[in-house]
């Protein structure tokens, strides 16, 4: 049977492909270090459980509305106002199921054939795959190293054609960890505003920042920015929810409602007892919140000075995520290899250790690794690069 167009151009998850291998290995019996999750290692705070449990016993498992809980919309809304200082309506929030159904509803709404979506480089995955399936083109401007991965206001000038539709910014960056300043978010908002570029702003990782670094949204920095962003956001990440598949969009009023519509034909709502959860896990106390936050801090901290002793491999040190996303080719050439991808195939068969290579992110030369897992884990797997390394150099 012959499938549709849109799906025969999808590129393959590296992620999913690399953590598949890891699984294979491990039921065969092999002790295998997975680096590749990107999820908190912790589970749900108690008290978001103890909601759920409560809401299932209540009776609260039936439909909802398409758009999401009116309950949980406040409590979005009071969160933005809190964080953020931006205030948004009921009817320009939509709960999703997960910031990932989020970003493929907006696309799905926004996009014509042919419409270009600019996505800075390295990217999460799903970016643009998810344009690609809304019939759209993703056009790629690189985020230099020497800015921290990040896109230049002139580099989005010279990205910008008739065509284009919209701006991913991705702070904090999966898979980078860097984040977007005030003044450089200042800046690329004068460009959107200039050639009416909507900005998609995700955010997922915004409660997840060191150094004392703090998270700027875009969208609080002028009401005309305000309205030319949609926020994506969720409580998968901050809230150590990944499974329970709670995200949300806000923004212009017209694109939240034809989204609410789509939902509506598509997914009928997001699962009832995870909304009740969620508003648990924003109306409770936030100290688990910020547990989970010192603690990716501290395997940061730890973790990053190892890995930059490792021969050929160089890392920029992560502002926010979980994730360090050290360049690689030096390591992987010094170990008789010509590309990342084959190397970390050869990490993975010989040492057991799962990194994803960057080029899933638009990145050939560079690998991501989580430090979502326990740092004994982290240690131990840093270790057996390090011994790979050195078996291999010696040679």
Known sequence: MKLAKRVSTLSPSTTLEITAKAKELKDAGHDVIGLGAGEPDFNTPAHILHAAKEAMEKGYTKYTPSGGLPALKKEIMKKLETDQGISYKPNEVIV????????????????????????????????????????????????????????????????????????????????????????????????????????????????????????????????????????????????SMTGWRIGYAVGNQKIISAMTNLASHSTSNPTSISQYATIAAYQGPQDDVEMMRQAFEERLNIIFEKLNRIPGFRCLKPQGAFYLFPKAIEAAKMAGFQDVDSFVKALLEEEKVALVPGSGFGANDYVRLSYA???????????????????VVTK
């Open 96 to 239: 999703c199921i997960g910031a990932k159904h989020a970003l493929y509803t907006l696309f799905q709404v926004l996009l014509d054939e042919g419409d270009e979506v600019i996505i800075p480089t390295p990217y999460w995955v799903s970016y643009p795959e998810q344009v690609k399936l809304a019939e759209g083109t993703p056009v790629y401007v690189e985020g230099k190293e020497t800015n921290h991965f990040k896109i230049t206001p002139e580099q989005l000038k010279q990205t910008i054609t008739s065509k284009t539709k919209a701006l991913i910014l991705n702070s904090p960056s999966n898979p980078t960890g860097m984040i977007y300043t005030r003044d450089e978010l200042e800046e690329i908002g004068k460009v959107c505003l200039e050639h009416d570029i909507l900005i998609v702003s995700d955010e997922i990782y915004e409660k997840l920042l060191y150094d004392g670094n703090k998270h700027v949204s875009i969208a609080e920095l002028s009401p005309e920015l305000k309205e030319q962003t949609i926020i994506i956001n969720g409580v998968s990440k901050s809230h």
């Open 373 to 391: 897992t326990s740092l004994d884990l982290l240690e131990k797997a840093v270790d057996r690069i390090q011994n790979y390394m050195a078996k």
